[in-house]
Every structure is written in C-alpha cells, then in structure tokens.
C-alpha cells in the first residue's frame, strides 16, 4: 500500500510557541489530505481537509487562525498550531489519498506535547 | 449526517478464542465501511473495507467483517485470537468515495493467554 509519512513522530513545546507538522505522501501524489486529532483513548476526530492548492476546509468547532494548513505541493501538507497551549496537546494523524482511491493512507501520527 | 457506533469501548478474550467486534452505522446514502486497526502511539492500519461488492469482506491478519443493510451493521471477526491482535480497532464510514471518515469510538481489544 501507498506510505505517508509524518514527522516529527514526537514534539514537546512550550506554552506560546508556533509547532510545524508535516505529512508527506511518499509514492503517490495526494490530491486531498486530511487532519485529524485524538485525544488520549478517544476516537480520531476530523480537523480539517486540505486539497492541494487551496484553502484547507476546517471542521465546525476548529480554529482556522489556530490550526493553520498548507497543502503548497501533491506531496505534502503542513499542520502549524501557532500559539501553542497545553490544551493542544494530543495525538495528530494526517492521512492522504487520491481520487480515484477509496482508500485513505494514514501517517504514523505526531504526539503534540506543550509545557 | 454519518455516525458510527461500536458498542463496546473494551472486549476481552483468551488467544484462541473468537473475536467479535461490533460495529453499527447510520447513513442516508450507500455507505462505505472500514475497520482499521491502532497500536500504540502509531497511525491506523486499514484493516479492511467494503465498498458496494461482497457484503463479506475479508481484511489482513485472519479478520473479516460482514455488511449487512438490514441490521446497519458492520460486525469484525476473527475465528481465533493471537496476541499481537491486541489493539484499538476503530470502525469508519464515508459516504462512498469522498473525503471525510467518521470514526467510532473505537473498541480496545485485549488478548490473555
């Protein structure tokens, strides 16, 4: 199957600070991506999804200034949380897939920890 | 609107034993429906899907769900239960080949010897 990848796999941060999280798709090209946060032994919830030269389209509940999204290549988008609290911290999943797949790919998710 | 119910947040057996996790949708038009699988602190492995063919589906590592419209449901089974099945499975529905997912709650499979 198709690979994403997504780095860093752990971040810790302090408490104001902007982190960048990547999800690459390794050997396909990813018209749609899509983010996701999960809180510990909870379910993945939907933040956004992010088509590739365009404007993410972000979830009701999901602060757009807060969560910014860039999807500049077919191959990559990017998941800043700018003014980090210890409120964001979570597990962040990216996944990827191409229209013609009904197939999503997930990356290996990114602990988020904000001190 | 989509959701997915799995009854059940945990589900106990020994190695060997079945497996039965359950899984209910609601959709207002032909779902798709997926069972993915999490180990810790890792990203979702597909497991299986079913996409408008065989309402019996069969997945990776022995699993195998079947559709069945009448009773919305999306049962996941294994005949017999190995350790390294222990993990978070979470079932998914999108309506048909779109973008979003809506995962359930996810059910935490653990596995005794």
């Known amino acids: 199957g198709a690979v994403v990848s997504q780095h860093p796999s752990r971040v810790i941060c302090k408490s104001g600070t902007s982190v960048k999280i990547e999800c690459r798709s390794l050997d396909f090209q990813a018209t749609t991506m899509f983010w996701y946060r999960q809180f510990p032994k909870q379910s993945l919830m939907l933040m956004a999804t992010?088509?590739?030269?365009?404007?993410?389209?972000?979830e009701q509940g999901v602060e757009k200034d807060k969560f910014l999204i860039n999807h500049a290549s077919l191959t990559l988008s990017t998941l800043t949380v700018t003014s980090a609290h210890p409120e964001d911290s979570s597990f962040y999943i990216c996944s990827a897939r191409t229209p013609e797949n009904t197939e999503a790919f997930f990356g290996q998710g990114t602990r988020l920890t904000v001190v | 609107a989509q959701s997915v119910t799995q009854l059940g947040s945990h589900v106990s057996v020994s190695e060997g034993a079945l497996v039965l996790l359950r899984c209910n949708y609601s959709?207002?038009?032909?779902?798709?429906l997926f069972w993915y699988v999490q180990y810790p602190n890792q990203g979702l492995q597909l497991l299986l899907k079913?996409?408008?063919?065989?309402?019996l589906v069969k997945g990776i590592n022995g699993f195998e769900a079947e559709f069945k419209k009448s009773e919305t449901s999306f049962h996941l089974t294994k005949p017999s239960a190995h350790m390294s099945d222990a993990a978070e499975y979470f079932c998914?529905?999108?309506?048909?080949?779109?973008?979003?997912?809506?995962f359930g709650t996810g059910t935490r499979l653990q596995v005794f010897p």
């Open positions: 959709s207002s038009v032909p779902p798709y």
């Open positions: 992010s088509n590739e030269g365009s404007k993410a389209t972000y």
């Open positions: 998914a529905v999108s309506e048909g080949n779109t973008d979003k997912l809506i």
């Open positions: 079913y996409t408008s063919a065989a309402t």
